[in-house]
């Protein structure tokens, strides 16, 4: 299955390489390898992780390149679907001329895109962040596959299924050898070049436990992994990151200091916020983000989480929509609409224009029928796919009926791709 593209290194200054696509230019990080202006490489998250031999890759880029102009094309038809004469509000067309020209847009602008209520203005919203997606990041898309590792939590958090009070969870953890081999697996098998490791807050993995996961996926496979291991020491990120992880997804979850010691009772926000700027100060890829529609949480809470995640510089915006679980306190709480998840969506594109920006895994649970496409098509372009294997994937339960929770790899992989092509998708490296 091919979702990822070997590109060309046309430019080299340190360890910086640029790397062509068909044409189209992309920055990458090399720190791992040795390499001559023409070598092809794969890169992700602007990453260099692979060379790639130069008969393989032109063997590959064959096969694409007539799809990857088709791509191109059905990509910019669908982000110049020009809808905006269909509006009525002078003060919403101007917010829209704004975000056009990249101006920044104040409070009070972001709350009125947030509460568009009207299906004509909702379609301009996504269609405008959408073009703005592709005016700045061409076509490209992530794949990563993710590997739930452990549902062992120390914490208690409010609103997750796998917190330490829920006592009905049959608990599991996968050793070393089971965790390089599901990697190796998505690797080798199914062609993954980025991956997660993920796992509730568990202690039981020591930092030199993590350090030895990593170094021997780092050994056998040549992929960029990212680790979401939660609030661990600093040491833990730096031997993680010396064992070659260059990617950490942990959300703050909420910016309000207030209502996050609510939901987290044995962590500080401060904390949080001096974790995150430590792993970004480590040179780590940073995903972060926040909940939505956690009870208590206003939209000016959301303004903030969106400014807070762009102020922290993170590369990835990982936002999704709480969904209630039984087992905790917010199991009556009403869910948010999936239109509220694209609002958002779109407007971390008009705030962060050049953002990696996730649809999560909760979305397509929310909307099942359309949530990863919508959010695509709002302006997110990157995606996840579960690869924990299957007997475990039930019990990695956050929250409730998770999508994907049954789906055999290779079928995933195909639905993702069928849905990419159909967008016009192309799983190029979005750069740095
Ligand atoms: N609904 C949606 N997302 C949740 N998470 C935890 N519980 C839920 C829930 N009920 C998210 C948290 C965490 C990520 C791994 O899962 O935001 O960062």
């Known amino acids: 299955m091919c979702y990822a593209i070997p590109g060309k290194i046309v430019e080299l200054k340190e360890k910086v390489a640029v790397v062509d696509y068909f044409g189209e230019h992309r920055r990458v990080l090399n720190e791992f390898f040795d390499l001559s202006i023409g070598d092809y490489v794969y890169a992700q998250g602007g990453i260099l992780i692979q060379k790639v031999p130069e008969s393989k890759a032109l063997e590959i880029l064959e096969q694409w390149k007539e799809m990857f102009f088709h791509l191109k094309e059905v990509d910019l038809r669908l982000a110049r679907k020009n809808t905006e004469s269909i509006l009525k509000d002078p003060g919403f067309i101007r917010i829209i ?55 062992y939590c120390r914490n208690n958090c409010l609103y997750c299924g796998i917190r330490s009070d829920n006592n009905k969870l049959k608990r599991y953890r996968m050793d070393l050898k089971e965790i390089v081999y599901t990697a190796e697996e998505a690797v080798g098998r199914y062609g993954f070049k980025a991956l997660v490791l993920q796992s509730g807050d568990d202690y039981f993995y020591s930092g030199g436990m993590l350090e030895e996961i990593i170094s021997k996926i780092k050994e056998k496979c040549g992929i960029l992994l990212f680790m979401s291991v939660g609030q661990r020491e600093q040491l833990v990120y730096k031997a993680m990151y010396d064992a070659g ?53 206003s939209d000016e809470d959301l303004i903030a989480d969106i400014m807070l995640t762009k102020s922290l510089k993170a590369d990835m915006y990982s936002f999704g929509p709480l969904i209630p679980h039984q087992a905790t306190p917010f199991g009556e709480s009403i869910p948010v609409k999936p239109d509220r998840v694209f609002k958002i969506i779109s407007l971390i594109r008009f705030v962060d224009p050049q953002a990696k920006i996730l649809v999560t895994t909760a979305l397509e649970t929310l909307d099942r029928t359309e949530g ?30 998770k999508a994907g929770i049954d789906k055999g790899i290779e079928e995933s992989i195909k639905e993702t791709v069928d849905l990419l092509y159909s967008l016009g998708r192309a799983p190029t490296d979005l750069g740095i």
């Open 372 to 401: 990863r496409r919508l959010g695509l098509l709002a302006g997110a372009n990157s995606v996840m796919l579960n690869v924990t294997p299957l007997e475990y994937r039930r019990l990695y339960e956050i929250y409730p009926d």
């Open 97 to 151: 001329d704004k975000v056009k020209k990249r101006e920044v847009l104040d409070k009070e602008e972001m709350l009125r895109v947030i509460n568009a209520q009207d299906p004509d203005e909702q379609e301009v919203i996504y269609n405008t962040a959408n073009e703005i997606r592709q005016g700045e990041l061409k076509n490209s898309c992530c794949v990563h596959g993710i590997i739930e590792f452990s549902n």
């Open 245 to 297: 992880a260059r990617g950490v997804l942990l959300r703050f979850e909420t910016s309000n200091p207030t209502l996050f010691e609510k939901l987290h009772k044995d962590i500080k926000f401060k904390e949080r916020l001096e974790l995150l700027r430590y792993i970004n100060s480590l040179g780590y890829i940073l995903a972060t983000g926040a909940l939505i529609g956690l009870p208590g949480q």
